[in-house]
């Protein structure tokens, strides 16, 4: 369980003397002969926004833990909380053995170079993943923005370390290469910065962080580089109403040059995870199992133990592709999205694991990407009597799609839940194109006759769909 909230203030209690330090960060008032913002800063309102469409369409996306961290790349992107805050006897020994006694964080900043970053070759990787979505870690937890913030002085990329605006040239890199759409997470809190601090020591009753540091950025950010997914993170326990929440996300969908396509997530303040926003995330590797109402997405690791770069990851601990494949189907059948992560190294690298990943998904979408984007969640997700099949549709077409991820080995396989007519029902495996036999079972089902194919005959590796034309 988390500890409950901090007391503070509601949004019609802000103290006097920070009003006039929050109003130039918000939107100008409406004239009297424009038309009224469509969106109110309350939760209701902003619920009310529908996802734009082309969120649901896509299923895939990548997510990108870049920063400070990737330096010391030992444990978890986490590294400085859990060697200088709680101290953790692994953290702290790998300090020991490997750094001079009075090294500090901050140190590392230098040594987070990007020497080899080539935003080219990044969105070259993530075009041939099949992915329709990125989200880069503009800030994470340690405070460090990968572009040069101007509420971050020394503490960036274009005054520290690679001396580069890193969010601008992925963002051209994507826009220019790919059919990616480009998006940015953001850590509303930072770990050790000291105004957050004296803000959580009075139980986030003023609001001295969010009005000088993490509202300006968030602002900078939309504006200078567009990100069509803006992913909240990192709330620290603090009320939705110490960062103004709904202030931004209401000028977000109101003013911003994003407003028509920006998606955003749940993560705004504590309390809102699976309750408000745009699109759920409840939790991080969240995949229920099961149909939800309402739009979601699974963030989850290839390294199955950290979001960034571990040097001391063995091969075991990375997500075979087979497990990778098994979690987009299982999440696009229940109406989610998968957002797969990797994390490259402190010269901009990617490594040549995650590299496959990406490139195996990629291959595999091009088969059977037709049963996974722009499908829709079936009557059923899954069959109830064969395992690991699971099923997707497209309603217009009159399409089920099922993905099974094994090959049976008598060639037959049993779906439980489809309804098929006689001269009416067609089935056909992705890649394939012949149409299949198959034969209607009482009370209800299908057996399905596969065609008989060589291991090189095989239209894909690692699980495979049929699309079944007029079943009910």
Request: one cysteine or more; a positive charge.
């Amino acid at each position: 369980m988390r500890p409950p909230a901090a007391p503070g203030l509601g949004p019609a209690l802000l103290p006097p003397l920070l009003l006039p330090l929050l109003l130039p960060l918000l939107p100008p008032p409406p004239a009297a002969a424009r038309r009224a913002p469509r969106y109110d800063p309350t939760w209701p309102s902003l619920d009310a926004r529908p996802l734009p469409a082309w969120f649901d369409r896509a299923k895939v996306g990548i997510f990108v833990h870049w920063g400070v961290f990737s330096v010391p790349s030992f444990g978890s992107e986490w590294f400085w909380w859990y060697w200088q805050k709680e101290k953790i006897p692994t953290y702290v020994k790998f300090m020991k053995n490997n750094y001079p006694p009075n090294f500090k964080y901050e140190d590392f900043g230098p040594l987070f170079t990007a020497k080899f970053f080539n935003a080219n070759h990044w969105a070259d990787i993530f075009q041939a993943s099949g992915a329709k979505y990125i989200v880069l870690t503009s800030k994470h937890h340690e405070g460090f923005t990968l572009w040069g913030s101007k509420y971050s002085w020394n503490w960036n990329a274009v005054d520290e370390g690679p001396k580069r605006d890193l969010v601008k040239e992925l963002e051209v890199a994507i826009r220019n290469r790919t059919d990616l759409r480009f998006g940015l997470y953001y850590s509303l809190f930072e770990w050790f910065h000291p105004l957050f601090l004296e803000d959580k020591s009075r139980s986030f009753q003023q609001q001295q962080f969010p009005v000088s540091k993490m509202l300006p950025e968030l602002y900078e950010l939309v504006n200078k580089y567009r990100p069509e997914i803006l992913w909240s993170d990192g709330d620290a326990d603090a009320p939705d109403y110490y960062w103004n929440s709904t202030g931004f996300l209401a000028w977000l969908y109101n003013k911003s040059p994003v407003r028509d396509t920006v998606v955003t997530n749940d993560r705004w303040g504590y309390g809102t995870i699976c309750k408000h926003g745009g699109y759920y995330t409840c939790s991080d590797r969240y995949n229920p199992g099961h149909l939800l109402p309402h739009k979601w997405e699974n963030c989850m690791t290839i390294d199955k133990f950290s979001w960034g770069y571990r040097r001391d990851a063995g091969i075991d601990d990375y997500l075979t592709i087979k497990e990778l494949v098994k979690q987009l189907v299982e999440t696009v059948s229940c109406g989610g999205n998968l957002l797969m992560n990797i994390g490259p190294t402190h010269d901009g690298t990617i490594s040549v694991i995650f590299e496959e990943r990406l490139r195996q998904m990629g291959t595999w979408l091009k088969v059977n990407g037709e049963a996974i984007y722009e499908t829709h969640p079936w009557r059923s997700q899954s069959d109830d009597i064969t395992p690991n099949v699971w099923y997707t549709s497209k309603r217009k077409q009159k399409l089920v799609y099922a993905i099974f991820l094994e090959w049976p080995t008598s060639r037959s396989l049993f779906l439980s839940q489809p309804i098929a007519t006689l001269g009416v029902t067609q089935i056909k495996l992705l890649g394939h194109g012949q149409p299949l036999n198959w034969t209607s079972l009482k009370p209800n089902g299908l057996l399905i006759e596969l065609p008989h194919l060589t291991l090189h005959q095989m239209p894909s590796k690692w699980g495979w769909a049929l699309a079944l034309t007029n079943v009910i």
